[in-house]
């Protein structure tokens, strides 16, 4: 659980972070374009109201210069460095500028006449100052028809540019607040879903294996030899399959399969499944009927249904001498072959009523020998390398011990 709390915590660490990367510089410009607007705006109205004031909206007739003349030379020192007023066809009536206006003009974009119909605005970085320059068609009072048009540019002084860039950054860090206040609060929230869901899952899973514990209590009370037998030998599958690197839904698989292998017995009559002696040809047909009837249980069975290629193929030899199919080599699926290992292992090492368990360098001798006819020569070498923990782990493991080895291994690759 600790686990998941860093993980789920580096998690939304970084999605927090990287929201705040992403809205911060957003903000900032938000908050400048909407500081560009007011400013804008503001010398727009202030600007309209002048030239409605001066009688300067209606320039045209013989005075339409001097009106124009006076209009920007007080507009020019005050919202403005540069004040033009055109008349309707786009022609330049007057012009004023100041000493930053005379300085930036020059370096200003030109464009053709104006005949535009729309007020609008554009910023410009003009070296290290920044201009806003405003385009405002003139209308006549009564008509609405253009009149002329005024345009204006303002050279932003520091101290507003600095009141901005303040706001801006006050929102920008608001922003960016937010995003990792947000990453905060979800942090619990997302914890404690984690938990009702593992909780959940843990029920799930205890039902599963009690499901599976229940078809392996069957098949014992049918062949006492089975019960502990089936925990270890998917014990030893499990832990070959992790050396293999196996995990996830092939694990499950292993895990389910190994345990379940001959589940398929509980078809075979007592009669021929509880025979002391040996089998003969009509018995032993029989009997390999459980691998099908196994098959056929497990398939259709939810999370059991990929146990059915332990449960078809444990008796299947890497030589293609096995029953039901004969498959050979890597027609056999992985996790048969890992059983068929683990099965005939526990097997020679235990001690069954009829027999005393072997050495194990005995056993070890025997597997070897098999080695590229019964048993995958791959799959042994890999066991090669973990005989002696098999060995020193389940000697002398009770019925108990093995059942707590294999459940530890189920809550380790069916909860994660």
Known sequence: MNQFNRRAALRIAFVSLLLAAIATPIAWLISTESAEDE??????????????????LELTGLEATAKAEKAVATLSGGLFDIAELYNHRGEKLAESLTEVGEEIEGRLPKHNKPAYSAASYESLQIGEQWALRVFIPLRSAEAGAITGYFEGVRIVPEWQRQEIHSAALKMALIACLAALLCGVAIYPIVVKLSAENTH???EVLDSHISMMEALGRAIAKRDSDTGAHNYRVAWIAARIGEELGLAGSTMQALI??????DVGKIGIPDAILLKPGRL??????????????????????????????????????????????RLAGDSIPLAARIFALADVFDALSSKRPYKEPMPFERVME????????????????????????????LQDASEPKARALLEAQIRKHFTN
């Open 256 to 261: 389910a399969g190994s345990f379940l292998h």
């Open 366 to 393: 025997i597997l070897r020998n098999d080695s590229g006819s019964h048993f995958d020569p791959k799959v042994m070498a890999v066991f090669e390398q973990i005989a002696d923990e098999v060995r020193d782990t």
């Open 39 to 56: 400013v804008v705006s503001l010398a727009m109205e202030e600007s309209k109201r002048f030239l409605r004031h001066s009688d300067a």
């Open 200 to 202: 959940k899952t843990l």
């Open 280 to 325: 003969d040809d009509e018995e032993m047909r029989i009997m390999r009927t459980h691998v099908s009837q196994g098959e056929e249980i497990v398939k259709g069975m939810g999370w059991l249904d990929g146990a059915h290629e332990v449960v078809g193929g444990h008796h299947e030899k890497w030589d293609g001498s096995g029953y039901p199919r």
